[in-house]
């Protein structure tokens, strides 16, 4: 069974950092271009972060440009997400999924998400 599986989250002061963590299993992912999205509560998902397949282009959400760095290692079928300077309007569910880069959509099967949570 193919998935993605999230790991990283947690509860952080504002300011502060995580690594998120997106395994694949079950499938290889390193001709998919993967991204981060996230949800927060009462809100619509957002894209957060893609790279590509081919290079590691990485594109960002203007909210997290010069704070997050999004990375990937194919042959460990895993892609990360470090988040500096994390603000509590970064609160929410981080799911990984297949990346559309022209649009930063999510396409294919997603994990079950991690929750990161910014509060003092």
């Known amino acids: 069974q193919p998935q993605f599986v999230e790991s990283g989250g947690g509860l952080v002061q504002p300011g502060g950092s995580l690594r998120l963590s997106c395994a694949a299993s079950?499938?290889?992912?390193?001709?998919?271009?993967r991204g981060w999205f996230r949800q927060a509560p009462g809100k619509e998902y957002e894209a957060v972060s893609c790279?590509?397949?081919?290079?590691?282009?990485?594109y960002y959400a203007d909210s997290v440009k010069g704070r997050f760095t999004i990375s990937r290692d194919n042959a460990k079928n895993t892609v990360y997400l470090q988040m500096n300077s994390l603000s509590p309007e970064d609160t929410g569910v981080y799911y990984c999924?297949?990346?559309?880069?022209?649009?930063?959509?999510?396409?294919?099967?997603w994990g079950q998400g991690t929750q990161v949570t910014v509060s003092s």
């Open positions: 790279i590509t397949s081919t290079d590691g282009s990485a």
């Open positions: 999924a297949g990346c559309r880069i022209a649009t930063m959509r999510p396409f294919g099967v």
């Open positions: 079950g499938f290889a992912l390193d001709y998919y271009a």
